[in-house]
């Protein structure tokens, strides 16, 4: 009989036995609901019957949303895009993941959204790396108190409301204050401190994003930078996530060691896109129709900044939260919730404002409850009588207005504290560096410059400022490096800020 192995219908059989042999179904259970009612940047999802809290959830289009009412019935998802995409019977799908962001040095420089997507034509962003952006903040064993100064390069913070690494500063103030500037002018400061810094825009319009971008970028400040945006137009939930997001990647840098600044402007804006997703969730309102834990959303976000202890790594996160107040009213809701979380404020006084008294921060009204412990003790030693100093002006100049005689003691104190605002008053982004600052507030202190008229102190301070070339680098590392300031350190450089005060009164 005829050999029929060779047959090519037994081999085509073989050949079909041995692959379905080899193949195994790789089978996975997917769970998908069905859109039943779109909103304002919310849908409701009828099915995910395992969908957990925050999980990420996905529609067509690459459109993603988070679980955030889960109810027996339906599920409640904030949207990460545009809505206008969706439609009533849609599939939506379980992705079994939460919300995280890209990390890592790639970023820095960058114009990224919350969800990490490029915003700045510079190509993709590429990273290796995401963390979540929902994080718990560190325990309370792993922090070191707050003892590093974090220089902003203006006077009126450094010495009379002083910032530390690890700290949380709230800025307050009516709008067009200058809240903004003054965040962006410690920013700037932190290209010689090695300091990291994001700026996060909640909800802002795209031509004060891009004025904020251009600040940076002109003054240097955008090669130790990242800036984070959520523009007023995007979906509430992308506002939602958006200083979360930006902490997150904070974070990713402390843990590695190094010290970041992150500015919130603003969280009010956060606070309305909250309320909004809130209440059409339906949940209940409460206070001025914010929800119940609209306080929580931000404590668990500023209790992630702190100082962590040098055996993981002793990096630090300080956070510079944005607030605004609406008729110089810091009794508000919104307000008191954040200044019971922070470590202190700046209030930024529209009444100083409008007086040209810049940066307008209100002293009576402003604290750091770190306070001096955040100052370099040289510095300290320089700055220490000039709240008082300046308090005790405020109140006689009050004072005075009734026309009171007053007698020679009282109006000293008035000259000098007319000089002490006049010195207390700087530019826009004009930042001072540490040596320049000590120089004019040691000269300051120590009355040199009550025989210059008011109108020439900003004149005299160039002088003095300029004159900080001058110092020896010895004694500028010892003042850096935390140490006292001696007695003949203190007159060498009261001798120079004199001599810039005699030159500059002989040219003029």
């Known amino acids: 009989m005829p050999d029929k192995s060779g047959h090519p219908l037994d081999k085509a059989l073989d050949s079909v036995r041995q692959a379905r042999e080899g193949w195994s179904a790789d089978l996975a259970l997917v769970e998908e609901g069905v859109v039943r009612t779109v909103l304002n940047g919310i849908v409701k999802v009828d099915g995910l019957p395992g969908v957990g809290y925050e999980e990420l959830v996905r529609f067509h289009e690459n459109l993603y949303g988070i679980a955030f009412n889960i109810d027996p019935g339906e599920v409640g998802v904030v949207l990460l895009g545009d809505y206008a995409r969706l439609r009533t019977g849609d599939r939506a799908w379980r992705t079994g993941r939460v919300t995280d962001v890209p990390v890592g040095e790639q970023l820095i420089g960058r114009v990224i959204d919350p969800l990490g997507q490029p915003l700045d034509e510079l190509g993709p962003v590429k990273t290796t790396k995401r963390w979540p952006i929902e994080r718990p903040a560190p325990p309370i064993m792993d922090r070191d108190p707050v003892t590093v100064p974090l220089q902003t390069g203006i006077k009126v913070i450094d010495a009379i409301v002083p910032v530390g690494r690890g700290q949380r500063e709230l800025i307050l103030g009516d709008r067009q204050t200058g809240k903004t500037s003054v965040a962006l002018s410690a920013m700037i400061n932190q290209r010689q401190n090695e300091v990291l810094c994001i700026y996060c825009a909640i909800g802002q319009k795209a031509a004060s994003v891009a004025k904020a971008v251009a600040v940076l970028r002109d003054h240097g400040a955008m090669e130790h930078t990242i800036v984070l945006v959520t523009e007023g137009n995007d979906p509430p939930g992308l506002q939602y996530i958006a200083p979360y997001a930006a902490t997150s990647i904070a974070e990713y840098f402390m843990q590695q060691g190094r010290d970041v600044l992150i500015v919130y402007d603003d969280l009010t804006n956060h606070a309305r896109a909250y309320r909004e997703l809130s209440l059409l969730l339906k949940r209940p309102p409460g206070r001025e129709a914010f929800p119940g834990d609209i306080f929580y959303i931000h404590s668990r976000l500023l209790e992630r900044a702190t100082h962590l202890r040098r055996e993981l790594g002793g990096g630090s996160l300080t956070a510079l939260p944005i607030i605004e107040t609406e008729a110089q009213n810091i009794s508000a809701y919104i307000p008191t919730?954040?200044?019971?979380?922070?470590?202190?404020?700046?209030?930024?006084?529209?009444?100083?404002?409008?007086?040209?008294?810049?940066?307008?921060?209100?002293?009576?009204?402003?604290?750091?409850?770190?306070?001096?412990?955040?100052?370099?003790?040289?510095?300290?030693?320089?700055?220490?009588?000039?709240?008082?100093?300046?308090?005790?002006?405020?109140?006689?100049?009050?004072?005075?207005?009734?026309?009171?005689?007053?007698?020679?003691?009282?109006?000293?104190?008035?000259?000098?504290?007319?000089?002490?605002?006049?010195?207390?008053?700087?530019d826009e982004f004009d930042v001072l560096s540490l040596p320049e600052q000590m120089l004019i507030l040691l000269a300051l202190t120590e009355g040199s410059f009550e025989r210059i008229g008011l109108e020439a102190i900003r004149e005299a301070m160039d002088k003095v400022q300029a004159s900080a070339s001058e110092l020896p680098e010895e004694l500028v590392a010892r003042i850096l490096s935390g140490k006292e300031l001696a007695d003949d350190d203190r007159l060498f450089m009261l001798e120079i800020a004199n001599r810039a005060l005699e030159q500059f009164g002989k040219s003029s």
Do not use: M, W
């Open 337 to 426: 919730n954040l200044i019971s979380i922070t470590d202190g404020q700046l209030y930024l006084s529209p009444t100083l404002f409008e007086l040209g008294i810049l940066p307008a921060v209100d002293i009576g009204k402003s604290v750091s409850r770190v306070g001096g412990k955040a100052q370099l003790a040289a510095y300290r030693a320089v700055t220490g009588s000039l709240k008082l100093a300046y308090a005790q002006f405020e109140e006689l100049e009050n004072f005075a207005r009734f026309g009171t005689r007053l007698d020679e003691a009282s109006r000293n104190i008035i000259e000098h504290g007319q000089r002490i605002r006049e010195c207390f008053k700087q």
